[in-house]
């Protein structure tokens, strides 16, 4: 079992609202510090780690025990010395002792609803996501899932803030 004080290398969680950069900073700051990028959304997809699609929703609902699982091989056995960056727009369903570090990525509204437009979300999946980033769920939901010494809040709006974050 991966423990903290057991590391050589730190975990870090990126997580935030679709949109955010979460990827894309995961995949740089993997890159400059030579850590292994999990992307949970490629694994679950890969995975298949779903259990049904909502079409109210606009989404697959997550088998967070598939996923869990198996992840659980990757950050307990093939990395327990650290040194993993994982991105996902959720974190509370990821055990404590996995992370030592959670960054909550944020962005201004105006930029995360042309960057949902893009990806070509629906306007109801667009709308409750921008809700959420209004609302600081993602934030909240971190700080009440970790210690929230560890959880850290960063603006990434632009290319220059995302490196000056990495």
């Given at each position: 079992m991966s423990?903290?004080?057991e590391r050589?290398?730190p975990?870090i969680?990126?997580?935030?609202?679709p949109?955010?950069?979460?990827?894309?900073?995961?995949?740089?700051?993997a890159?400059?510090?030579?850590?292994?990028h999990?992307?949970v959304?490629?694994?679950?997809?890969?995975?298949?780690?779903?259990?049904?699609?909502?079409?109210t929703?606009?989404t697959?609902v997550l088998?967070e025990e598939?996923?869990?699982?198996?992840?659980?091989?990757?950050v307990?056995t093939?990395?327990?010395n650290?040194?993993i960056?994982?991105?996902?727009h959720?974190?509370e369903?990821?055990?404590?002792?996995?992370?030592d570090?959670?960054?909550?990525l944020?962005?201004?509204?105006?930029?995360?609803?042309?960057?949902?437009?893009?990806?070509?979300?629906?306007?109801?999946?667009?709308?409750?996501?921008m809700?959420?980033?209004?609302?600081n769920?993602?934030?909240?939901?971190?700080?009440?899932?970790?210690d929230?010494?560890?959880?850290?809040?960063?603006?990434?709006?632009?290319?220059?803030?995302?490196d000056?974050?990495v």
């Amino acid at each position: 079992m991966s423990c903290p004080d057991e590391r050589k290398q730190p975990n870090i969680l990126i997580t935030g609202t679709p949109g955010v950069g979460k990827t894309e900073m995961a995949t740089c700051i993997a890159e400059k510090l030579n850590l292994h990028h999990i992307n949970v959304g490629n694994v679950i997809r890969e995975n298949k780690c779903h259990l049904e699609y909502d079409e109210t929703l606009d989404t697959h609902v997550l088998d967070e025990e598939k996923l869990l699982d198996i992840l659980e091989i990757d950050v307990d056995t093939e990395h327990l010395n650290g040194g993993i960056v994982a991105d996902y727009h959720a974190c509370e369903l990821f055990p404590e002792r996995w992370f030592d570090l959670i960054l909550v990525l944020r962005a201004d509204t105006e930029i995360l609803y042309d960057r949902l437009t893009a990806r070509a979300y629906s306007e109801k999946k667009r709308d409750e996501n921008m809700q959420c980033e209004i609302m600081n769920v993602i934030l909240d939901e971190a700080k009440e899932s970790y210690d929230p010494v560890i959880v850290q809040e960063l603006s990434n709006n632009t290319i220059e803030e995302m490196d000056e974050n990495v």
